[in-house]
């Protein structure tokens, strides 16, 4: 049996903690695209919840949004209050997410991160969003994402 990645072990307490019911699925590759993790899944693109992480002048900005939409930055920037958002680098991504970019998770953080979700994904029963790890997803709903990241609702494009 293979050991589990630390970043899996410590999403699957987190997720726990904050009362979380889905499933973690670890894929036998790299799921690091919305379109990969959904072929894999057997699910729409859309049912999949990308953790996008900006940098809004320092601070860490996270934009759930449904794997079948892009985020226009100029026009999110507006609708939440922030100067500019840049796509954040991977130093940045791992600093405030302890996380690697293509498996970064709504939750799990070192500190609390202001987070945003694009109300598309209400669409699905089941969404899913990365566990901790490129190869890492786990099953919820819209409803509790949001109770477990406490998102507020944005159009993302």
């Excluded at 699957?12 to 903690?17: I, N, T, W």
């Excluded at 109300?119 to 786990?138: C, I, K, M, Q």
């Excluded at 919820?140 to 159009?155: H, I, K």
Aim: proline share 6%.
């Amino acid at each position: 049996m293979a050991i589990e990645h630390a970043s899996i072990t410590s999403f699957r307490g987190d997720l726990s903690r904050r009362g979380g019911t889905g499933e973690v699925v670890i894929l036998p590759d790299s799921v690091h695209t919305a379109a990969l993790a959904a072929a894999a899944l057997g699910c729409e693109v859309g049912a999949i919840a990308n953790s996008l992480l900006f940098d809004a002048d320092g601070e860490p900005v996270l934009i759930l949004t449904s794997g079948a939409h892009r985020v226009d930055t100029v026009a999110v920037a507006e609708r939440i209050g922030v100067a500019r958002l840049r796509r954040a680098d991977p130093d940045f991504v791992r600093r405030h997410t302890g996380q690697v970019i293509g498996g970064v998770s709504p939750i799990d953080h070192p500190a609390p991160v202001r987070t945003w979700i694009d109300p598309w994904l209400r669409r699905h029963p089941v969404v899913w969003a990365a566990a901790g790890h490129p190869s890492a997803v786990f099953s919820t709903t819209f409803d509790e994402l949001v109770a477990m990241t406490g998102a507020v609702e944005v159009s993302v494009d």
